[in-house]
């Protein structure tokens, strides 16, 4: 073996030392113009209560009833929130107050507690940036963007798995803003579910799969995944019942349950709390994707194929009763015959993993839109 030298002694690596893309972003430059997205021309949408509230965060802040103890924590992460403008400013920033720094062991800063943008109108959106910040602090100053002047759909998406107290958006002094090119004017798309709904472990926030389906539809989606806590309970489904109106549910809350039972028991419940004010929404039951030690237990698909049948003959129970508008898919294969290689912990998808689901789910999600 050969022996350590000084400059091979145990030491901490800093990669920024050497290759300036890895190392934070720059602060804002002097005159920058500072922008309130919530107070136009900007739009912001993902949250449905925001006009009554006027604080980011997915679920209302006085419930009618009591919501369960992780939900109403979990609301505060930001997961779906998105901040759309025009303009022709040559740079864009964001000063940023979050609840928290980010805290999570397998899940990349950027997607748990940063904002990325996609530059391009409605349905050609394309990755720009995303922030780089301290993961170690709950403030941070960012450029995201720095180009040649011209107008500019921007789109940027809030955290995923991290609260944000406050947010503005920097262009340059001289720059002008405008509301930005229109997306399709249908209420909003929600989706309901789990940690994989809300994100979990996404690099950035734009490739959670509601927001990519969100930019290749172009329509608003609404984030109401709740990592390890969303379980069809019906107060939960009273409080989403409250929007004024949605174009398409989908439920996709079956990693979260403990049996094929409880799906049984909650799924008929929770769809007619939503019928009670949405009569004839579509709704989709999506059942979880498959988990990576699947195959290295004996039967080890048995349980998540009974979940799934589960789920199944519930859809088609409430189909017979007479209600059309819901229909059921299997979500065994959106991630593919690998889906293995398509998580980070054999359940939380990557990147890959999302854009597979999104792929998967993006046709039939076109079908009920354009039925």
């Keep these: 073996m050969t022996p350590q030298t000084k400059a091979t002694e145990s030491k901490a690596v800093d990669a920024t030392r ?8 720059g602060k804002a430059e002097a005159d920058t113009r500072w922008l309130d997205p919530s107070e136009g021309p900007a739009q912001m949408s993902g949250f449905a209560w925001f006009d009554q509230d006027r604080i980011y965060r997915r679920m209302p802040a006085t419930p009618l009833e009591v919501l369960p103890q992780s939900v109403d924590s979990l609301a505060n992460c930001t997961a779906g929130g998105t901040i759309r403008l025009r303009t022709d400013s040559p740079r864009l920033m964001l000063r940023v107050e979050l609840r928290g720094p980010a805290r999570m062991v397998h899940m990349a800063p950027t997607g748990e507690a940063g904002f990325d943008v996609y530059i391009g109108e409605p349905g050609a959106e394309r990755f720009a940036s995303v922030t780089k910040f301290d993961s170690a602090q709950a403030d941070y100053e960012v450029t995201l ?13 809030f955290p995923l798995y991290q609260g944000v107290n406050r947010v503005e958006v920097g262009i340059a002094g001289d720059a002008s803003v405008e509301p930005p090119t229109p997306q399709i004017d249908e209420p909003p ?5 789990t940690s994989i ?49 949605c174009r398409l549910f ?17 799924i008929p419940v929770f769809v007619e709390i939503l019928r009670e004010r949405h009569a004839t929404t579509p709704i989709l039951v999506v059942s979880r994707v498959p988990s990576a030690l699947e195959f290295d237990r004996p039967d080890g698909d048995a349980t998540r194929l009974e979940r799934m049948q589960a789920q199944r003959e519930a859809v ?4 017979t009763a007479g209600d059309p508008a819901i229909q059921f898919l299997d979500g065994s294969l959106l991630m593919g015959a690998d889906h293995y290689e398509c998580t980070v912990d054999g359940s939380h998808p990557t990147d890959l ?5 999104a792929d998967g789910l993006e046709p039939v999600l076109r079908q009920i839109l354009d039925s």
Excluded: K
């Excluded at 050497?18 to 972003?25: E, G």
């Excluded at 500019?152 to 998406?157: I, N, S, Y």
């Excluded at 172009?218 to 107060?235: H, I, M, Y």
């Excluded at 993993?353 to 689901?357: I, K």
């Design 18 to 25: 050497f290759d300036p893309a890895m190392a934070t972003a």
């Design 316 to 319: 088609e129970a409430i189909q």
């Design 189 to 193: 798309l929600l989706f309901y579910g």
């Design 145 to 157: 963007l720095n180009v040649e002047r011209r107008w500019r759909d921007l789109t940027l998406h």
């Design 353 to 357: 993993g999302f854009l597979r689901m």
């Design 197 to 245: 709904t809300q994100g979990g472990c996404a690099t950035r926030p734009g490739m959670a799969y509601p927001a990519i389906l969100a930019r290749r539809l172009q329509r608003v989606c609404l984030n109401l995944g709740f990592s390890g806590s969303g379980r069809g309970e019906p107060e939960v489904a009273r409080a989403l019942s409250t929007i004024d109106a």
């Design 250 to 266: 989908v439920l996709d809350y079956d990693a979260n349950c403990p049996s094929a039972e409880h799906l049984q028991q909650t």
